[in-house]
């Protein structure tokens, strides 16, 4: 943890497997694995599966009755840090990631007194898990989407494990976590809680 800067921020990691709880996952065992370590950084929060709510299709901050994503959205709003969880299918985030981007989309109409969205300010980073090549390319969608809805990336924003293609083989089936997943991870918590302590400390210009 930056000796220098105590200030806490929270964050919640958003894990989008298809699979809802009780269900093993590999995006959620890398996204606690990515909270532990931000927890190294002061950084405190939780996770949330989205297969395990009803998260309406939209482009709307709220779709209606029985929508789940307001409440995780207030989450959101809530946080300084935003971690994104997914599997790689056929080389894309998962459906369930896309959902969450298209609903995030709608941070782009709300805005604060000074022009501002109300995710400026706030850190995004993304973990990817798969059993195929890709993992570049899903953050890099990722990244573009959440930029494009106000989020701030850092450096190393991205954390991933991608096994031997067209194998069986899981991250969460490993015996222990690889050397360079680990280390990945780490850099992701210290540069991600570092920017978003700058953040904290001083917002973006009014529009």
């Not at 220098?4 to 989008?16: D, E, G, K, Y």
Request: net charge negative.
């Amino acid at each position: 943890m930056d000796p220098n800067n105590h200030t806490p921020l929270r964050a919640v990691s958003l894990v989008c497997t298809l699979s809802p709880s009780p269900a093993p996952s590999s995006s959620q065992l890398l996204a606690e694995q990515t909270m532990a370590a931000l927890a190294e950084h002061g950084v405190t929060g939780k996770t949330i599966r989205i297969a395990d709510h009803d998260v309406k299709a939209g482009v709307k901050t709220d779709m209606g009755d029985g929508d789940a994503w307001p409440e995780i959205r207030d989450t959101i709003l809530g946080c300084d840090i935003l971690i994104l969880s997914t599997p790689i299918w056929l080389g894309h985030p998962s459906s369930v990631a896309q959902r969450v981007m298209e609903r995030l989309n709608a941070e782009i109409s709300e805005k604060d007194d000074e022009g501002r969205m109300l995710t400026y300010g706030k850190v995004a980073a993304v973990c990817v898990v798969g059993n195929e090549d890709g993992a570049h390319k899903v953050s890099a969608d990722l990244f573009q989407g959440l930029n494009d809805v106000g989020f701030s990336l850092a450096p190393n924003a991205v954390t991933y494990w991608v096994g031997e293609a067209m194998q069986g083989t899981d991250y969460q089936d490993l015996d222990q976590t690889p050397e360079k997943t680990a280390g990945t991870t780490a850099t992701l918590a210290a540069n991600t809680a570092h920017l978003a302590r700058r953040l904290k400390a001083a917002s973006y210009p009014a529009n």
